[in-house]
């Protein structure tokens, strides 16, 4: 019993190093050549991959009303990830810029916490 046990820890360990991977690998894929540098001076640096690079996020939202939309500012405030916003104010709209680190999954979490939906993403990086 033990083994399975640890077996699947592994294996959930084994595939969270993964997903950070194809995370990095996504965010090279639709980056600028600017981008792609610096991710690669980075790694020669021994640094975390996505040090330096942003990301400009435009959100189409949904089912977040007026007292949703002050929990919203607050958890976007408090997370050390965003770098500034503009939150529409009927709540649909949100321009984001943020860490790189900070992807479109992380945030449908975040705001899943309000009863929030994503109803649209655009994503750009840079330095």
Same mark, same amino acid.
């Given at each position: 019993?033990?083994? $399975? ?5 592994? %294996? ?9 991977? +194809?995370? $990095?690998?996504?965010? $090279? ?5 600017? &981008?792609?540098?610096?991710?690669? +001076? ?11 690079? !942003?990301?400009?996020? &435009? ?5 977040? %009303? =007026?007292? +949703? ?11 050390? !990830? ?12 949100? =321009?984001?810029?943020?860490?790189? =680190? ?9 705001? +899943?916490?309000?009863? %929030?939906? &994503?109803?649209? /993403?655009?994503?750009? /990086?840079?330095?």
């Amino acid at each position: 019993m033990k083994k $399975y046990i640890l077996l699947f820890v592994f %294996g959930i360990v084994f595939s969270s190093i993964d997903s950070f991977g +194809q995370v $990095y690998e996504k965010i $090279y894929e639709l980056s600028g050549t600017e &981008v792609q540098n610096k991710m690669n +001076q980075n790694k020669i640096a021994g640094i975390d991959i996505l040090s330096g690079v !942003r990301t400009h996020h &435009v959100i189409g939202l949904a089912g977040i %009303g =007026v007292s +949703q939309k002050a929990s919203l500012e607050t958890i976007l405030n408090n997370d050390a !990830r965003v770098i500034s916003f503009v939150l529409s104010e009927d709540a649909t709209s949100l =321009v984001l810029e943020s860490q790189a =680190v900070l992807t479109k999954e992380e945030f449908t979490a975040l705001i +899943q916490v309000i009863n %929030g939906v &994503v109803t649209g /993403y655009a994503a750009e /990086y840079s330095i």
